[in-house]
């Protein structure tokens, strides 16, 4: 089991050092004979040591007991002053003073200096007084040179110590925060990099999985090639959605045309492509746009709008019942509203695609970093028809509206 260790019991090296020479350096100051003040008939000569072997002592738990270690030299010197003196004790009780402001308590740091200034006030005023000649000034001079000098340098020391470390702890936060936005950056930039390659692909591989399951499963000749062709026509999109990613993210910055973005105009190919995917399953696809003629909305909204209908478009091929699914697009109230509807529940022929759900994740992001809403569930009309509706409410400012002057 490891030691236990008390701090008082356990001085730091350099406090032992220092009380050793400290103690040495008084006796040989007492040694030869070197006083601060003159004989005294009352007390012997070896009473000059108690005051300087007391200090000395002290100085062992000047940073583990720095105001106790206080107290005892504010004893020590006042009895020192009883004796002939000693220059070291004088010294050392001025090390305390400097120790407890820079080793003791917050509050006793901002105390002692004033305390000190006032006791030299205190004293040299008293003197003054009662001496009433200007040597008595050297006395509040002395006093503030052992008490408020130390006092207020180990002030001083203490705030830039304690805006040495404030500084470094605000750079080790800003540090942190700093990795924090990278890491959420890296974090966003890997999802958007997921809903772009999901919703490129997703559809053109959900289109390729069912029909060539259905072509091993089909006999004639005809159907195989029909299935086949929709196929390679996947393939064929998907490989350019592809490519068309993997140019963006080797695109350096500020070189090459910049790369069109899907927008609402090709809606039109998009239902085409899954009324070709759609055919052997009996799904059929209609397109309704209720936009005022020559609407222009911002890119992002136009996009986000594009892959919501792509990722319905493609979760009908995957498990909706045969029969209509229904896009429409209306525009009010400065909001594009996106409503793709779909069968279901019920019985279908065919074979379909596994789903992982990241579709429906990757529309409520885009929906939600253009703070709109998006509803998708099962939705049951007023004739009891069970349908699957996508509705999404995207707010859009028209780019043709002026502003108001």
Not at 56 to 74: D, H, N, T
Not at 301 to 316: F, K, P
Request: glycine share 8%.
């Amino acid at each position: 089991m490891p030691r236990f260790r008390h701090p008082v019991l356990q001085p730091h090296r350099d406090d032992v050092l220092l009380a050793v020479s400290s103690l040495l350096a008084g006796l040989l100051l007492w040694s030869l004979g070197l006083h601060t003040q003159g004989s005294r008939l009352l007390l012997p000569g070896w009473a000059t040591l108690v005051p300087l072997c007391t200090v000395s002592a002290l100085e062992l738990v000047r940073r583990s007991a720095p105001q106790f270690a206080l107290a005892g030299g504010v004893l020590a010197v006042i009895g020192d002053q009883f004796t002939q003196g000693s220059l070291a004790t004088v010294v050392i009780f001025a090390d305390l003073v400097y120790a407890a402001v820079v080793y003791g308590t917050p509050r006793a740091a901002r105390r002692i200096p004033i305390t000190t200034g006032l006791v030299t006030l205190a004293l040299t005023v008293g003197f003054l007084a009662w001496f009433r000649k200007p040597e008595a000034l050297l006395i509040g001079m002395v006093a503030g040179l052992i008490s408020f000098a130390p006092a207020l340098t180990g002030s001083i020391l203490r705030n830039h110590r304690e805006a040495a470390v404030a500084a470094r702890l605000r750079a080790e936060q800003t540090a942190l925060l700093a990795e924090m936005d990278r890491a959420q950056a890296v974090t966003a930039e890997r999802a958007r990099m997921a809903r772009e390659l999901h919703d490129m692909v997703a559809n053109h591989l959900s289109a390729i999985a069912i029909h060539s399951t259905a072509a091993l499963s089909l006999d004639t000749p005809d159907a195989s090639t029909r299935a086949l062709s929709v196929i390679r026509e996947n393939s064929v999109q998907g490989l350019a959605e592809m490519r068309r990613l993997i140019g963006l993210l080797r695109k350096s910055e500020g070189s090459g045309e910049p790369t069109a973005a899907p927008s609402l105009d090709g809606l039109d190919a998009l239902l085409e492509t899954s009324r070709a995917s759609g055919t052997d399953s009996g799904l059929t696809f209609t397109l309704a746009d209720d936009r005022p003629a020559g609407l222009r909305l911002p890119a992002p909204v136009e996009l986000a709008a594009y892959r919501i209908v792509q990722e319905s478009l493609t979760n009908a091929l995957k498990h909706a019942s045969p029969g209509p699914v229904a896009v429409r697009l209306s525009y009010a109230d400065s909001t594009l509203h996106v409503t793709v509807t779909s069968t279901f529940g019920g019985g279908r022929a065919g074979p379909r695609a596994p789903g992982s759900g990241a579709g429906l994740v990757g529309m409520r992001e885009r929906v939600s970093l253009l703070d709109g809403e998006l509803e998708a569930g099962p939705v049951t009309l007023d004739d009891g028809t069970k349908t699957w509706q996508v509705r999404a409410l995207l707010p859009a400012e028209n780019e043709n509206e002026e502003l108001p002057t």
